[in-house]
């Protein structure tokens, strides 16, 4: 699903939406009052529904200024120059309930003004259900079931980047759990979202290029993260550590049809303990290109991360040992 394609089954082309609009505001003027209010109405859902589309699947208006639905945004300035707060309330609400239908398994609730006003303080707090949390501390989770432990973090040091981390205890050898982490093709099976993963060799053992393409839920666009990953394993120690950070290829060029990602710094770690436990430990951030609000915060920390972690312990109650590990 490309950007333009979203926009194609959400809007008309300019020609056809602005002859629409001129059939609603022929009509509008058979009585004054009534007119300028119905052309008013029309003008105000129009760019609204345009500006959210643009604003959620890019963030940047800047990516999509050649495209003909921003001449809509002209034509709201020129007829209707302020919006009630309570228009934009209602519109933030209506998206977050469309995110929270198309997520997986979970229901993401728009949020209010008081889960706004909170600390900002630097410490690890615990999370209110329902909140916009994560501003420069670390907001805490725990699944339902007490297997996965996570934390969410937006950087307010750094426009649009956030961090995650999580942690997850399984009972068994780390050889079965490295056999699920480091199979690329398995990776579309754990990772939420992702719709198709390739590993491109590098010439070196322990280092690949790894593609990750996500089929984003409406209206988000798909996207893109090219990362080189190196493993190291430390044998004495009973630890495997796995860094990713993106990179450029020359195979996987840029495409303004899908957002690429930056993945700043990802860190998994993998700690035997004993024959039969491995302590699986992660903690990443990065850039999806998205404006950082309220549901986002709440997919990533909920649908995203816990999700994914549940869905790789899963994998690994039926995997084989990995041969490279299988002596630890």
Not at 83 to 111: H, K, M, N, W
Not at 269 to 281: C, E, S
Request: hydrophobic share 40%.
């Amino acid at each position: 699903m490309s950007f333009y394609s979203d926009v194609a089954r959400h809007s008309m082309s300019s020609e056809t939406s602005l002859h629409g609009l001129h059939f609603f505001s022929s009509v509008a003027q058979t009585t004054a009052p009534l007119g300028q209010v119905l052309r008013r109405a029309t003008l105000v859902l129009a760019v609204a529904a345009c500006a959210s589309l643009l604003v959620l699947t890019h963030g940047d208006v800047q990516e999509v200024g050649k495209l003909p639905l921003i001449t809509l945004l002209g034509l709201a300035g020129a007829s209707f120059t302020e919006e009630p707060a309570s228009v934009g309330a209602s519109r933030a609400d209506s998206l977050s309930a469309v995110v929270g239908r198309t997520s997986v398994g979970v229901q993401i609730s728009p949020s209010s003004p008081q889960t706004q006003a909170k600390s900002r303080g630097r410490g690890s707090r615990k999370a209110t259900e329902g909140e916009d949390e994560g501003e420069g501390e670390w907001v805490e989770h725990r699944s339902a079931d007490g297997r996965v432990n996570t934390a969410f973090r937006r950087e307010p040091w750094k426009p649009g980047t956030i961090s995650l981390r999580g942690q997850a205890s399984v009972d068994h050898h780390i050889a079965e759990v490295l056999t699920v982490f480091l199979n690329t093709s398995l990776s579309t099976e754990w990772v939420s979202y992702l719709d198709h993963a390739e590993e491109l060799p590098t010439g070196q053992e322990n280092a690949h290029i790894i593609y990750q393409f996500f089929d984003m839920p409406l209206p988000l666009s798909d996207r893109e993260f090219l990362m080189r990953r190196t493993v190291v394993s430390d044998r004495r120690k009973g630890t495997v550590w796995a860094h990713y950070a993106s990179v450029e290829h020359a195979s996987k060029p840029r495409r303004r049809s899908v957002v690429r990602g930056e993945t700043c710094k990802t860190l998994w770690t993998f700690l035997a303990k004993g024959k039969d436990q491995t302590v699986i430990q992660v903690e990443s951030s990065l850039n999806p290109k998205l404006p950082v609000n309220g549901w986002l915060v709440q997919m990533m920390q909920n649908t995203y991360q816990r999700a994914s972690l549940l869905a790789m312990l899963d994998l690994i109650k039926r995997a084989k040992p990995h041969p490279s590990f299988v002596h630890w």
